[in-house]
């Protein structure tokens, strides 16, 4: 494996573990803040805010630099404002401090992708990306719980602490392990902004923001169901979430695999038509509880084989604002995120199971599958690099 693959997916690591530990220790923020959870949770709100905001504009003012310039440049802001998150001593400031730590979010991931595709053997461009994202994977898998079990027994701050340092190692390693790699001849601000005046890009937005949303609206509501549908004890949510983390890991690779083999276009719809029959079967077994556990693994691995076709789809699609493109893939992730856990639990304020959320994700994976066969036999371009 290239080393700077292994920088990217460090990368990846940190990313997960900022973005995700916190659903795991907003209790203990909330305590040591003294305010209540539901104010610690704008934490969460604030740094999905950053990636939204610090995805298309990062990307555009450093689109003069080189690649590995501008990893660096985002990983150091990672660094910095992860570790102002551990230390600093309100909410003001720390409410600063995890917005600033959520802008170099999708830019990273945005020209990473780029960059793991031109470090890529030829046809092997997807299964790279997923090398990339293999550190989210692992994130779940295994830091997230790690940093948990370290806020909840000594304190969060060390937990952030960690995270920061993983910042400073992946500066360290794309420094000395990735290789230098050329811009674009034409990177002007107007010319990448151009790809965002045609249909192109708009409909591959909506496929990222509305087919992604029915991983959202399963994950968001995972541990609620599993206690109150499927009985599983609350001891044992975290060997659920454990399995979904497996899954993910798995999924992630195999929709590498998928996009290189069959094309990304086409690998997208196989993916969300595949998330589709998972969530209604997870709907309809839901009262058993081994299922919980089994569906747990499944759902994780189908839903996380999305990630890497959708990145091709648009580095492929947006000649002249790859990065850019990319970039706005992941914010577009985020706004899924939002829509998912949002439209998901209607259906359970209205005073519906727990296990109704799975439908409306559903309904938001086949919209993206026939959102992803329109894409294909409007926008049938050839699949080649």
């Given at each position: 494996m290239k080393k700077g693959l292994i920088a990217l997916a460090f990368g990846g690591l940190a990313i997960g573990m900022t973005?995700?530990?916190?659903?795991?220790?907003?209790?203990?923020?909330?305590?040591?803040?003294?305010?209540?959870?539901?104010?610690a949770a704008h934490f969460i709100a604030l740094y999905a805010l950053g990636v939204v905001v610090g995805a298309p504009t990062l990307v555009m003012f450093t689109s003069k630099f080189?690649?590995?310039?501008?990893?660096?440049?985002?990983?150091?802001l990672f660094f910095i404002f992860n570790g102002l998150f551990a230390i600093l001593p309100d909410f003001k400031t720390l409410s600063v401090a995890r917005f600033i730590s959520g802008l170099p979010h999708g830019a990273f991931f945005g020209v990473g992708s780029v960059v793991a595709a031109k470090l890529a053997d030829k046809g092997k461009e997807a299964q790279a990306i997923a090398f990339m994202f293999t550190g989210m994977t692992i994130a779940n898998l295994a830091g997230v719980p790690?940093?948990?079990?370290?806020?909840h027994h000594y304190t969060w701050r060390i937990t952030y602490i960690i995270i920061a340092s993983l910042g400073l190692v992946t500066f360290l390693a794309i420094l000395f392990w990735l290789?230098?790699?050329?811009?674009?001849?034409?990177?002007?601000?107007?010319?990448?902004?151009?790809?965002?005046?045609?249909?192109?890009?708009?409909?591959?937005i909506a496929i990222i923001s509305i087919g992604t949303g029915g991983l959202f609206a399963w994950i968001s509501y995972i541990a609620p169901m599993s206690i109150n549908v499927s009985k599983v004890p609350a001891d044992n949510i975290p060997y659920i979430m454990i399995l979904?983390?497996?899954?993910?890991?798995?999924?992630?690779?195999?929709g590498g695999k998928l996009s290189d083999s069959i094309s990304p276009t086409k690998a997208a719809i196989l993916c969300l038509s595949s998330m589709v029959v998972c969530?209604?079967?997870?709907?309809?077994?839901?009262?058993?509880?081994?299922?919980?556990?089994?569906?747990a693994f499944i759902t994780g691995l189908v839903a996380f084989t999305i990630g890497s076709p959708l990145q091709m789809m648009l580095i492929r699609n947006a000649q002249g604002a790859e990065t850019l493109a990319a970039s706005a893939g992941q914010a577009s992730f985020n706004i899924g995120?939002?829509?998912?856990?949002?439209?998901?639990?209607?259906?359970?304020?209205?005073?519906?199971?727990?296990?109704?959320?799975?439908?409306?994700g559903a309904g938001m994976a086949m919209t993206g599958a026939l959102l992803s066969?329109?894409?294909?036999?409007?926008?049938?371009?050839?699949?080649k690099m």
């Amino acid at each position: 494996m290239k080393k700077g693959l292994i920088a990217l997916a460090f990368g990846g690591l940190a990313i997960g573990m900022t973005e995700f530990t916190m659903m795991g220790i907003l209790p203990d923020i909330a305590k040591d803040l003294s305010v209540k959870d539901t104010d610690a949770a704008h934490f969460i709100a604030l740094y999905a805010l950053g990636v939204v905001v610090g995805a298309p504009t990062l990307v555009m003012f450093t689109s003069k630099f080189s690649p590995k310039k501008v990893l660096l440049f985002l990983m150091l802001l990672f660094f910095i404002f992860n570790g102002l998150f551990a230390i600093l001593p309100d909410f003001k400031t720390l409410s600063v401090a995890r917005f600033i730590s959520g802008l170099p979010h999708g830019a990273f991931f945005g020209v990473g992708s780029v960059v793991a595709a031109k470090l890529a053997d030829k046809g092997k461009e997807a299964q790279a990306i997923a090398f990339m994202f293999t550190g989210m994977t692992i994130a779940n898998l295994a830091g997230v719980p790690l940093g948990t079990y370290i806020g909840h027994h000594y304190t969060w701050r060390i937990t952030y602490i960690i995270i920061a340092s993983l910042g400073l190692v992946t500066f360290l390693a794309i420094l000395f392990w990735l290789p230098k790699t050329e811009t674009r001849g034409n990177t002007s601000m107007l010319s990448q902004l151009s790809f965002f005046k045609t249909i192109k890009a708009w409909l591959l937005i909506a496929i990222i923001s509305i087919g992604t949303g029915g991983l959202f609206a399963w994950i968001s509501y995972i541990a609620p169901m599993s206690i109150n549908v499927s009985k599983v004890p609350a001891d044992n949510i975290p060997y659920i979430m454990i399995l979904v983390g497996t899954g993910m890991f798995f999924g992630n690779i195999l929709g590498g695999k998928l996009s290189d083999s069959i094309s990304p276009t086409k690998a997208a719809i196989l993916c969300l038509s595949s998330m589709v029959v998972c969530l209604i079967i997870v709907y309809f077994t839901a009262h058993i509880n081994i299922m919980a556990y089994i569906m747990a693994f499944i759902t994780g691995l189908v839903a996380f084989t999305i990630g890497s076709p959708l990145q091709m789809m648009l580095i492929r699609n947006a000649q002249g604002a790859e990065t850019l493109a990319a970039s706005a893939g992941q914010a577009s992730f985020n706004i899924g995120n939002t829509l998912g856990a949002y439209l998901g639990g209607i259906p359970i304020i209205i005073g519906y199971s727990y296990n109704t959320s799975v439908l409306m994700g559903a309904g938001m994976a086949m919209t993206g599958a026939l959102l992803s066969f329109v894409f294909l036999k409007k926008f049938n371009i050839s699949q080649k690099m």
